[in-house]
């Protein structure tokens, strides 16, 4: 058993070895109110492009995890 902790403390040396799975996020556009999913599997800094489900335009999405808690920042695509 100790080796899965000890593989849990490689993945997330300064956390608990749990992870945010999702996030509130504010459309730059419509200016919703959107829960996203986040993967905390995809490394400890994410950037990628994903469309408001509500208006449907593109964003910038960037996310940081600090200690299994995820920072999220959402921006217009063609800024």
């Not at 492009?49 to 940081?64: I, K, T």
């Not at 600090?66 to 217009?76: E, H, N, S």
């Amino acid at each position: 058993m100790a080796q899965n902790g000890d593989e849990l403390e490689e993945e997330f040396p300064l956390g608990d070895g749990t992870a945010e799975t999702s996030a509130e996020v504010v459309c730059p556009y419509c200016s919703e109110s959107v829960e996203i999913s986040v993967d905390p599997g995809g490394g400890s800094f994410q950037q990628y492009v994903e469309d408001c489900e509500v208006c449907c335009n593109p964003w910038q999405v960037s996310v940081r995890f600090i200690d299994g808690i995820p920072t999220v920042d959402v921006l217009p695509l063609d800024e």
